[in-house]
Nanobody, 121 residues
């Protein structure tokens, strides 16, 4: 299973970015997909997740702000998006895609390669 993340970049504070992550490979099924981020010198933290039936969850520290951004999946449920609005410099981090995928009836957790988001003040 490969998770290909894209959409990161440099944006000014208050701006927006839309991250995408496409799953490919010999996938039998996909359950929860989501985004995590890791800022320099900090631990990787949850941003948001979405289940195969559309239930969304956001990190407690981001609720109230990132709920104005949206995590979503395409109709095939193999691509997950994260629309981030009103970005702040503290959102600067490498954003990683994550997915629970089934290959040959075995469920495993996979990580994408990460995409850099830099928010300038």
């Amino acid at each position: 299973v490969q998770l290909q993340a894209s959409g990161g970049g440099l944006v000014q504070a208050g701006g927006s970015l839309r991250l995408s992550c496409a799953a490919s490979g010999s996938i039998f099924g996909l359950k929860t997909m989501g985004w995590f981020r890791q800022a320099p010198g900090k631990q990787r933290e949850l941003v948001a997740t979405i289940t195969s039936d559309g239930r969304r969850d956001y990190a407690d520290s981001l609720k109230g702000r990132f709920t104005i951004s949206t995590i979503s999946r395409d109709s095939a449920k193999t691509t997950v998006y994260l629309q981030m609005n009103s970005l702040k410099p503290e959102d600067t981090a490498v954003y990683y895609c994550n997915a629970d995928a089934s290959v040959l009836s075995k469920w495993l957790n996979y990580w994408g390669q990460g995409t850099q988001v830099t928010v300038s003040s």
